[in-house]
């Protein structure tokens, strides 16, 4: 027998989220961001589900790839557009659309010798200054690309620093259509933030891009919650109980002893650590599902195994399933931005962060 632990990828959850985003994105396509293999869980195993998008937009070419040798004939966007010279050669071959931020984009563009122009989306820094063109050089990068043969649409696009923020995405919006607003070509402006927290600041955008909400985790916990905006977990991590601990008072528990029973107390040992990308940093009290009840760690997490209390389920034995994040076997879930909020960070931590030694399947 396998080691008990499995992630399970839930093609109906992301039938359902998608459904739930495009519920607030009006008229606008839907790129389904699915970088960084799809946020940990696979593009292969979320394709299913995701196939209703209009779009995929990642950022490796390998992933890009994927996404085709899967059978997708639609569109395609690199979001960090091209590395170097060679990948438009890929881009040509592929069809894929690719973003442009900076003048070297442009340069190798223009030495690009190639039979079908492409399609690009030109990058605006509307102020997260990551990438893109500041307001100010924005028009003359456009000017120069749309006098490029090799260019056949010119696409425009933003990305937000604070849509899940008090700041809002207003002084960006009003950054980008100051300049943008005589300008032919679609518009690609919203992440998942955007799209559920400011939809009307996205009217007339032509494309939304969420990603973290089509997993279901809520961009923007604990303001709102996944159950909040309606959205279903889109992984589920569990493990089972492998053994079985009887405490006395004062009986310690784990590396560096940093949890101590105050009173006779059962625990659970379970086969899941932060080798499986559970995170370590978790502390006594995170919140875990024994047989689908409510319960929490206790002790350190460790490397392949993780201690629980089994006092809310007296009847767990060896073998109990227990739930690290997502949905249990009797339907009830623990949000994964519960578990990261623990941890100090965001659900798209977790997500990503799952260890290719835990396997994986692909269920309703
Ligand atoms: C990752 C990413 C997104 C998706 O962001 P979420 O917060 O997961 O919705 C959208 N646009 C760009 C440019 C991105 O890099």
């Not at 495009?22 to 389904?32: E, F, L, M, P, T």
Request: hydrophobic share 45%; glycine share 10%; aromatic share 6%.
């Amino acid at each position: 027998m396998p080691r008990p632990i499995l992630a399970t990828v839930h093609t109906q959850a992301f039938i359902h989220n998608l459904a739930a985003v495009r519920a607030h994105a009006g008229d606008a396509r839907i790129w389904a961001v699915v970088k960084a293999n799809a946020y940990g869980h696979g593009i292969e195993r979320v394709f299913n589900g995701l196939r209703g998008a209009d779009g995929f937009a990642l950022l490796d070419l390998n992933e890009a790839q994927r996404v085709r040798q899967l059978g997708w004939r639609g569109p395609v966007l690199l979001l960090e557009g091209v590395f170097e010279l060679r990948d438009l050669e890929l881009c040509s071959r592929l069809n894929l659309w690719h973003t442009v931020h900076c003048e070297q984009q442009i340069d190798m563009l223009a030495a690009h010798k190639t039979y079908e122009p492409h399609r690009v989306f030109l990058k605006m820094n509307s102020g997260m200054n990551r990438l893109g063109f500041k307001p100010a050089q924005y028009r003359s990068a456009w000017t120069r690309l749309n006098a490029l043969p090799q260019v056949d649409e010119i696409s425009l696009m933003t990305h937000f620093s604070d849509a899940d923020g008090p700041a809002g995405v207003a002084a960006q919006v009003a950054a980008f259509t100051a300049v943008t607003r005589d300008l032919p070509g679609e518009r690609t402006l919203g992440n998942s933030a955007a799209t559920l927290r400011h939809p009307e600041a996205l009217i007339g955008s032509d494309w939304v891009r969420p990603g973290i909400a089509m997993y279901g985790s809520a961009p923007d916990y604990p303001q709102s919650t996944a159950q909040g905006w309606g959205l279903q977990p889109s992984m589920t991590l569990a493990a089972r109980i492998i053994a079985v601990q009887e405490l006395q008072t004062g009986d310690a528990v784990g590396y560096g002893s940093n949890f101590v029973a105050d009173g006779p107390m059962r625990i659970g040992v379970v086969a899941c650590g932060y080798a499986d990308g559970y995170p370590r940093i978790c502390p006594t009290g995170t919140p875990v599902l024994i047989d689908g009840v409510r319960s929490r760690t206790v002790g350190r997490v460790s490397m392949d195994m993780i201690a629980v209390d089994l006092s809310p389920t007296p009847a767990a034995v060896p073998g109990s399933e227990v739930t690290l994040w997502g949905r249990a076997a009797n339907g009830v879930v623990l949000p994964i931005d519960e578990v990261a909020a623990k941890a100090g960070t965001v659900g798209y931590e977790l997500m990503c962060a799952l260890a290719q030694r835990v396997p994986a399947i692909v269920a309703d």
